[in-house]
């Protein structure tokens, strides 16, 4: 969700041959598109079949990586971890580069 209310989307695609893209990342591509950037709320999700349910899991060191060069608003973003805890981007990658693609 962006800092405006609008929710972008994207899916986990993994295939055999090792090629593939984090939902995070198509999400954030689709957000750019739309020009946005900045990020208020984001969670992963995933649907396990064994339990019949949905679960969250907290995004991958890339995609925490890719959030924060995104925008630097996004260093306070609040990043869903699972289904009860929510925390800062800044909290879960303490020691991220500085720069951003903002000029």
Known sequence: MTLGGKVFRGVCVGFYCGIGSCA???????????????IRTIVAVFYDEKKKRYGVIPPCGKCREMIHQLSKKNWNCNVIVSGSK???LKDLLPYAWDGTIEK
């Open 24 to 38: 995070e990342y198509q999400a954030v591509g689709s957000m750019i598109s739309n020009g946005e950037k900045e």
């Open 86 to 88: 929510k925390v800062k």
